[in-house]
């Protein structure tokens, strides 16, 4: 499994909303848990958010609970990570990942394919 990120680059004001996606390659995708984590300067990676192969079920981290969304689209191989009300703290590397198993993880171990990672950037 292949995998590219997208959305990021630019500067987003606090308060403002963004749209990652990350692109997947294989035909098995929907059997996929997929997962998004980031990395903030000078910080270790953390989890973000997880969804299971059918969508069934998500799990988000408690710092962004209720701010981003994180959802898919199988017949695209694309998942997605919808992020409103940002917070400068939201600034980081953001990376798409996936599992060989349909379901959720939060854990870094967890994953086995990873993409190569988008800048989000929130000013205050």
């Known amino acids: 499994v292949q995998l590219q990120a997208s959305g990021g680059g630019g500067l987003v004001q606090a308060g403002g909303s963004l749209r990652l996606s990350c692109a997947a390659s294989?035909?098995?995708?929907?059997?996929?848990?997929m997962g998004w984590f980031r990395q903030a300067p000078g910080k270790e990676r953390e989890f973000v958010a997880t969804?299971?192969?059918?969508?069934?079920?998500?799990y988000y981290a408690d710092s962004v609970k209720g701010r981003f969304t994180i959802s898919r689209d199988n017949a695209k191989t694309t998942v997605y990570l919808q992020m409103n009300s940002l917070k400068p703290e939201d600034t980081a590397v953001y990376y798409c990942?996936?599992?060989?198993?349909?379901?959720?993880?939060?854990?870094?171990?967890?994953?086995?394919?990873w993409g190569q990672g988008t800048l989000v950037t929130v000013s205050s």
């Open positions: 990942a996936a599992r060989k198993y349909l379901y959720i993880a939060y854990s870094y171990a967890d994953y086995d394919y």
């Open positions: 969804i299971s192969g059918s969508s069934r079920t998500t």
């Open positions: 294989g035909r098995t995708f929907g059997n996929n848990g």
